[in-house]
């Protein structure tokens, strides 16, 4: 019967009636309604305690990998750590190898590939979970330093999309390499231990604000003005003589000297040259072969009184990384074989040799492929072409300050579990990968049987803007490939916020995908 049929038997019942036939009624529509219509619900309202106790365990493992995981370098090193004591072992050219077997491969410091051998034949293809390490920053220009008014500076280039004036007035950390030319490599790191200095890109105060404030918010702040104020202390040199006479140049200065030399006019940035040397044992040309990124400094930390989220640096995509790589050496005797990525550059078009664009998956693949007797070309397409991918890329949470921008049946919220986008792109799906229905379909019941909370997205509103992530570059293979993650406030951001409902859901859901 339909409900207008119902809702007249309804009516048309006689008056002594008891009402239990009402209350069944009720009931019976109620079912039919959760039976036909779509009702995405938050997360925590599906949970008891003890699951409760879960999330929020397996958030502080989160938190832990947010701080030692600043930059995709460090990122690189964290997940190397975890696989090694998971019994994962670094692929070496000739090794045996065996469903079961567990092998990384780490492209260059910069970018990691993990896998299960399964008990099926590789040309059959493999389920592949793929993330990007690196965030939204700024980086130091290979020739940084500067002194202006007596205060030292080290320009920058800003990374991937930000706002610039989120940049400002906020602690930073510094943290990359530096690579001399006699061969050895040097670790930066100052910022994150309570006991370092921080940084900051300075602000005009709002009492001189006038003119700035009449910009708009790309113009507010000049990326060519996002320098790093880095020290404000004068060299003092004993028994430095100030002249303007000309003398004639050393055919060897020490670096020493050059440091007393540059104190004459420019002493604060001379101190900072022989701070630079004492503690690290660099000199200021080492910087043409360095590679050193600002990001804000500062622990992750629980946010909401409720400690019901997460807000640090860098969540777009380390949430997903962190989930991906957890659910990958959780992984055992896999019926397909299990893959891992961690990958590079993705904010800045997944270019270069670390980047997804690179051949560094499809050459991994065909090591491996070599190995277990799969031999040539033909192996290596047909590998690709049977697997199905997983995305693993954040998407933009709908936020009620901002809900202009977003068509809120088709947006992604906070603790509605893992986030499923079937196309990203701008405008008319413009750069989109857009996966087909039959492989949504698919992915529904490997969620559904394992349950997975989950819910899916677009980008915003149509026209709104758009992005784009790594899917279409996997896809090109022929393979299946979704974007799925979780949903971020403040994207790109210094500080993101993300539900610890939801990365468990995305950890889960991972889990489920590379266990199908």
């Keep these: 019967t339909s409900r207008r049929q119902r809702q007249m038997c309804i009516r048309d019942r006689p008056s002594t009636d008891t009402g239990g036939a009402l209350m069944s009624e009720d009931k019976e529509l109620k079912q039919w309604k959760e039976k036909l219509f779509y009702q995405p619900k938050n997360g925590y309202d599906q949970i008891d305690a003890e699951q ?16 030692a995981a600043r930059t995709e370098r ?5 997940a190397i ?17 065996q469903p079961g077997s567990k092998v990384y491969v780490n492209n260059r410091g910069k970018a990691l590939m993990l896998a299960v051998l399964g008990q099926q034949p590789l040309d059959h ?3 592949i979970a793929g ?40 602690p930073l950390a510094l943290k990359g390499v530096v690579a001399k030319k006699d061969g050895t490599v040097v670790d930066i790191s100052l910022g994150d231990d309570p006991a370092d200095p921080v940084f900051c890109v300075t602000d005009l105060l709002p009492h001189l604000g006038a003119e700035q404030m009449k910009k708009n918010g790309r113009e507010v702040v000049e990326g060519e003005s996002l320098d790093v104020l880095f020290g404000s202390e004068p060299l003092i040199v004993e028994d430095a003589e100030e002249t303007t006479e000309a003398k004639p140049a050393k055919k060897e200065q020490t670096y020493e000297e050059q440091i007393a030399s540059t104190a004459q006019k420019e002493a604060v940035r001379a101190h900072i040259m022989q701070l630079l040397l004492e503690r690290y044992g660099i000199e200021e040309e080492d ?10 400094a500062g622990d992750a930390r629980d946010c909401g009184l409720d400690r019901s989220m997460v807000i640090g640096y860098g969540q777009d995509d380390r949430v997903c990384a962190y989930t991906s790589l957890v659910a990958q050496l959780a992984i055992e005797d896999p019926a397909r074989t299990a893959v891992c990525i961690l990958v590079d550059k993705e904010e800045i078009g997944s270019v270069g040799a670390t980047g997804m664009a690179s051949q560094f998956f499809e050459n991994t693949m065909a090591e491996i492929l070599n190995l277990m007797g799969k031999q040539g070309d033909l192996a290596l397409r047909r590998c690709l072409a049977n697997s199905s991918m997983l995305s693993s890329d954040v998407s933009a949470a709908f ?6 921008v977003f068509e809120p049946k088709n947006s ?10 079937k196309y990203t792109g701008s405008g008319g799906k413009s750069g989109s990968n857009d996966a087909n229905a039959e492989y949504m379909a698919a992915l529904r019941k490997i969620m559904d049987d394992s349950g997975v909370k989950y819910q899916t997205a677009e980008l915003g509103r149509v026209n709104a803007g758009g992005g784009g992530t790594i899917a279409y570059i996997p896809a090109k293979y022929g393979m299946n490939v979704i974007d799925s993650g979780v949903a971020v406030l403040s994207m790109h951001s210094p500080w993101e916020v993300t539900s610890k409902a939801d990365i468990y859901e995305a950890y889960k859901g991972y889990k489920a995908f590379l266990s199908a």
């Design 52 to 67: 409760t106790g879960e999330i929020f365990a397996y958030a502080e493992g989160y938190k832990q990998f947010l701080d």
């Design 74 to 78: 460090e990122a690189v090193k964290e």
């Design 81 to 97: 750590r975890m696989a090694e004591d998971a019994g994962f072992v670094p692929y070496t050219f000739g090794m045996e190898l």
């Design 125 to 127: 293809g493999c389920v």
């Design 131 to 170: 993330a990007h390490i690196d965030s939204p920053r700024l980086d130091l220009k290979q020739t940084p330093m500067y002194e202006d008014s007596e205060l030292a500076y080290f320009k920058t280039h800003y990374y991937g999309g930000i706002k610039n004036y989120q940049w400002v007035a906020l």
């Design 287 to 296: 910087f043409l072969s360095a590679e050193i990124e600002v990001v804000p």
């Design 399 to 404: 936020d009620p300050s901002y809900a202009s």
């Design 412 to 421: 992604a919220y906070c603790g509605r579990g893992l986030v499923f986008n």
